[in-house]
């Protein structure tokens, strides 16, 4: 048996921040940001939580599906940004929809986790018995930020995203790549508490809000994301001209730019959408899946690949016939 996508669906905070207003709080401008990085406004967190989130999407698949919340049996929640770290963000949305078949836990590969979460689930569904799972990226970037720093502030949003994963006939996810380069994890890091016990000298350097060396991160992406399509295509026995539709993590334009300059490939199958939400790290690539699928730009049969890179440092590609 197969795994195919069978629903898409996304949720963002109400409260939209434009680059204007950021001009207000800091010393940055729209035109620095739209040229830098594409971005123009993102959804920034008021009441919402990123459990909250993660359950408007949950609760979006299962009506788009007409399925009842007792018909799943996993909901795997890919976030670097939960409400706490016990419970899980999944377990939360598990409680909240009534999904009491269901087991739930949450997976970190900061940007990346979207694309890892696909290949671990991937093993639920190594059985002839249906298999029914929710897969969501949900992110609350903006309780991570500085809004005192320039440098990190203008760049990230709040969203969650997710599909709906359901057993098929014929194989629908194709071939992964998953790297991931744990010496260069000090060039993004993000969320120190603090600890009266610090086991890990490195540990002392990280600060609660984000830390980024844009250039070094710049660098690994427009160099890493292009090598992980390129073995992944390769292990699904494709070429880059082959694919449809390139959905990347959507951190900045100039980065997908490059890569698809990089692939030889047209800008146009390169759909984006960090205009209008920034980086959602493990919710982007989820988030623009489900508008281009709304929108009609990606249709049953189209192949896609999907790639994101970001904190760990991380990169990983899955090649999915949709
Ligand atoms: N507004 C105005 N000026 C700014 C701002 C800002 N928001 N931020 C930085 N600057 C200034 C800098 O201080 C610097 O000034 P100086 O020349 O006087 O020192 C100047 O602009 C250039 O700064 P750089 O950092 O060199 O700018 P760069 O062209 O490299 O762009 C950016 C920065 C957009 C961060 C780029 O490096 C980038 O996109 N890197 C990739 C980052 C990324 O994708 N991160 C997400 C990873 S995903 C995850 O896991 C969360």
Redesign the pocket.
Known sequence: MGVQITQTAHAVPQKIMTNQELSQL????DE??RS??GIQQRHIATDETTASLCIQVAQQLLQQAKLPATALDFIVVCT?SPDCFTPATAAVVQGAIGATNAFAYDINA???GFVYGLSVVQHYFQTDQPVRGLLIGGEL?SRLLNWQD??T????GDAAAGVLLENSNTAHLLASDLATYGERGGQ?TAGYRGGARQMVNCINQIKPY?Q?D??A??TF?TRGVPASIQRALQLANLTSRQVDHFIL?Q??T??IAQVAKRLQQPLSKFPQNMAAYG?T?AASIPLLLDECVKSGRIKRGDILVLSG???GLTVGTQIIIY
Request: hydrophobic content about 50%.
């Open positions: 800091m010393d940055t401008s620095w940001i830098r990085t670097m900061a940007c990346s970037l320039r440098t502030a203008v760049l990230f993004l984000f980024m844009g250039r991160i710049y992406a993590h951190a900045n100039r980065i980086n790290s890179f970001g904190g």
